[in-house]
């Protein structure tokens, strides 16, 4: 039986996912074995027809993963909701193995941390610092901890250093980025799913 399986709304998502899983140290967690598959119809068909789609693997894995963006997914309800309608749907092939995990707005946003990292997997070269050039375009008010629109902001960014956004960079961000520094609240859940999944020898 393989451990998990993952269904992410799109590659972006799959790929900084499979990094950070790559890493179950930096996420304090053990070792696990996984595999992954993203919804032909993204946010909408995570949030609608997961249980379809994963129905067949209950047998097969251990866990199941959903993750996407509460932007995008078509529904106006919070993000504790949404995931409470997913995990419920879930329950009755999965149980209480399957969990799901909603990022308000998006995925962009577990990317805003103050990871060292950051500037250079965005490939910045610029003599003022990141985040304030990102303030000057008004992405990010000063009192805020994150930018208000993520993936704008991140959009941004990339265009002014002339590189495409890819799945590439989400893969490299995962790779290197803390992952312990990020506290929002999606990210969170899934740092503790994975610890109560896979416990640490350690912990």
């Given amino acids: 039986m393989i451990d998990l399986v993952l269904l992410a709304a799109d590659k972006n998502i799959e790929s900084g996912v499979k990094s ?9 967690c053990s070792l696990f074995d996984f595999r992954s598959f993203v919804h032909p119809h993204h946010d909408p068909g995570c949030y609608g027809r997961s249980a379809l789609f994963l129905s067949p693997f209950a047998l097969e894995y251990g866990h199941a993963l959903v993750i996407f963006d509460r932007d995008g ?4 309800k919070t993000r504790l909701d949404i995931e409470l309608d997913v995990e419920s749907s879930l329950s009755a092939r999965w149980g209480d193995r399957a969990k799901c995990i909603v990022v308000d ?16 997997v965005l490939g910045w070269r610029r003599e003022v610092s990141l985040r304030a050039w990102v303030q000057s375009a008004n992405y990010w008010p000063d009192s805020d901890i994150k ?15 002339q590189r495409p956004r890819s799945s590439a960079i989400y893969a490299e961000l995962g790779k290197r980025m803390s992952l312990t520094r990020c506290a929002d609240p999606a990210f969170v859940k ?10 640490s020898a350690g912990l």
């Fill in 20 to 28: 950070a899983f790559r890493r179950p140290e930096a996420m304090g």
């Fill in 73 to 76: 997914c078509g529904s106006e």
């Fill in 105 to 120: 707005p998006e995925i962009e946003n577990w990317v805003w941390t103050d990871s060292p990292h950051l500037p250079a």
């Fill in 147 to 161: 930018p208000r629109r993520p993936k704008e902001a991140l959009e941004h960014v990339l265009r002014e250093m």
């Fill in 190 to 199: 899934l740092r503790e799913t994975l610890r109560s999944w896979f416990p």
